[in-house]
């Protein structure tokens, strides 16, 4: 894996990822050779910049990339973990409506992966190939579009999806009448299971070549680490975390805007901009963009979904700085000092550490409210201090004045004075189930 590109958003920027997305979009078109712009750009990267507009809207970046990276586009888009989003996959091919021209397809059909064609197929097309042509059709609704040699019937009740699936179809039997065979044989040779499963993991491993973790290495990078570990393993000064062992294409910022500032993440990029080595604040960034999507396939968050992506990218950042604020205060170092000793990824699991005894605090609390439905009241609190990567309830916190309308809020942790209100909230009720 090769670095092309500086990060989405600059580490010096404090936008978000959907409002970066969007000026990028823009930016691309401004570019005196929009092409060149776009080869140059990481898929992660143009495909957030696509969602930012949607897929119906953005036809003319989608035009401008070529099949490898609207394979990825289509890998980032048509899959919910481990399973294929039918509906997205309506969206894409809705592009020729809403153009009116057939390119969209041929655009499609150059990246994706030819199994989730004949997955559709499978699903909803019945054929029948004959050895002599013939003029009477073997049931209702079939047509040929061979002369009587091969009849095919679409079984799809929603109109619009009938006539894209019948586009589709005319497209390939037009542009490759071998491929339009190949294809409606598939289903008699492989079961639609199998094809979604090979489909998966062939995607996992193009995304992985993009700096994306496979699920095995996402779950370890998002393996908590006790400070006691920490200082075991890193107790003594390196020479300086190894170069190239986060080398990714695609790089996002864990700094954005509307959060709160996370001092010592701020102080560490700074110090790292001014007086880092030569590649180390490359290296910094890289790793942190490595955890960040690690962390969204850990905790699967979906890839279009910016907004809960930005969430996810926050919690990571939230987590770095617990993490930096406790190894600091055990080795009484600066952020600098102990970010060299082992990189990112310790320090972030540290962190992960303090907030998943959160969770596990959280989740004991909700067991105990079961048996006092009472007090059910206090659930709505403690069900986002439960969740995986747990969220932070803004209601909890000291000095925050609330009305009783006022809707829940919740937002990533990001130091250690708030894990420790939490654990409070949470414990609290221990002791005659008083959670307030």
Known sequence: MGSKMRP???LSSRRGILSASRS???QIFKADLPEQVVKEMSAQTFYLAIKSEGVRNSWDLIELADKDKIQLCLDFDLWR????????FWDWLSLSDAEKILEPIQKILSGIDLKLIALMICRYVESVVLEEPTQTPPGADFYTPDKGYTWIKINIEDSDHHRLMGRLLAYIFEASPELFYQLLSIPTVATPSELEEEAYQEKSKRLFAEGIPDDEFAFALNTPMTVEDYKVKFGRAEEGISQGRYDLVQRVTLLSAGFPVCELVDELVRKLAKEGRKGEFDEFEAELTLLANA????FGVDFSELLEVQQAVEQVRGAFNI?????????????LSVYRRGGIKPIYQVGLGALFNVRSEAQK????????PDEDRKTPLLE???RPMPLCPEEILPKR???ASEELTVRPFYTIREIKTALSFCTAGKKGIQIS
């Open 24 to 26: 990028l979009a823009k």
């Open 401 to 403: 004045e609330t009305s």
């Open 323 to 335: 993490g930096l604020e406790i190894v600091c205060g055990e080795l009484s170092e600066d952020p």
């Open 365 to 372: 609390a909700l067991r105990q409210l079961q048996a006092h």
């Open 295 to 298: 962390a969204l396939v850990r």
């Open 81 to 88: 973990k481990d399973r294929f989003d039918e509906e997205r």
């Open 8 to 10: 989405l958003i600059p």
């Open 384 to 386: 986002p201090l439960s």
